[in-house]
């Protein structure tokens, strides 16, 4: 069956801090693995894209990194800000035919002053 | 450039009533896709058409749920009788092809009394 699975489910973190998310996934044929930020009542925006044979990536404060062979992710946010807060969604894409995406549950992250 | 604009961004509606949702793509894509996300859930895909065709309505409900994209107009998708399980946030994404990154709304959170 093909799954998401991210942990913590929350935290808590103050500002100024680091953290990192984690995506395990059992997602085949893997395509690509994106990862969403999704603030409070808005719809999810891309914040990096990974491919097989990417390891890392980074977009600013955000990297994020992959493991294909473990089938594992992960987001690491630095020097963490108030605007942080959100929840990170991991989402695999299954190759071939069309775009059909496989979300994890998200990670809802709290910064706090 | 216009986003993927859903509305109404909050809708209300009693058991039994019908609930319509639209969603208009960004400019120039031609491929929508519908998800529903439950309160500590991840979004789970519900149905993908291009325009004027459903090309997969494997995430949908066979009973009271429909989707349609005429070739003229958003996207519309429509619950029937609505029971207070139908209450979630319904996101809509689209994509200038079938197999290019997918672009989200801000949502439809529906709620049945």
């Known amino acids: 069956k093909n799954q998401v699975e991210q942990s913590p489910q929350s935290l808590i973190i103050l500002e100024g801090k680091n953290c990192t998310l984690q995506?395990?996934?059992?997602?085949?044929?893997?395509?690509?693995l994106r990862w969403y930020k999704q603030d409070t009542g808005r719809g999810p925006v891309s914040l990096t894209i990974?491919?097989?044979?990417?390891n890392t990536k980074s977009n600013g404060r955000y990297t994020a990194t992959l493991d294909a062979d473990t089938k594992q992710s992960s987001l690491h946010i630095t020097a963490s800000q108030l605007s942080d807060s959100a929840s990170y969604i991991c989402?695999?894409?299954?190759?071939?035919?069309?775009?059909?995406?496989?979300f994890g549950a998200g990670t809802r992250l709290a910064v706090h002053p | 450039n216009a986003g993927v604009m859903q509305n109404p961004r909050h809708l209300v509606r009693r058991r039994g009533q019908e609930a319509r949702l639209r969603c208009s793509p960004m400019?120039?894509?031609?491929?929508v896709y519908w998800y529903r996300q439950l309160p500590e859930e991840g979004l789970k895909f519900m149905v993908y058409?291009?325009?004027?065709?459903?090309?997969?309505e494997s995430g949908m409900p066979k009973e009271r749920f429909s989707a349609e994209f005429p070739k003229e107009g958003p996207s519309i998708l429509r619950i029937q009788q609505v029971v207070r399980g139908d209450s979630a946030a319904y996101f809509c994404?689209?994509?200038?092809?079938?197999?290019?990154?997918?672009?989200f709304g801000d949502g439809t959170r529906l709620s049945i009394l």
């Open positions: 994404a689209s994509s200038e092809q079938g197999d290019q990154p997918q672009h």
């Open positions: 995506c395990n996934y059992t997602v085949s044929p893997f395509s690509n």
């Open positions: 990974m491919t097989f044979s990417e």
């Open positions: 989402v695999v894409r299954i190759s071939g035919g069309y775009n059909k995406l496989i």
């Open positions: 400019k120039g894509h031609s491929h």
């Open positions: 058409l291009q325009k004027e065709n459903i090309i997969d």
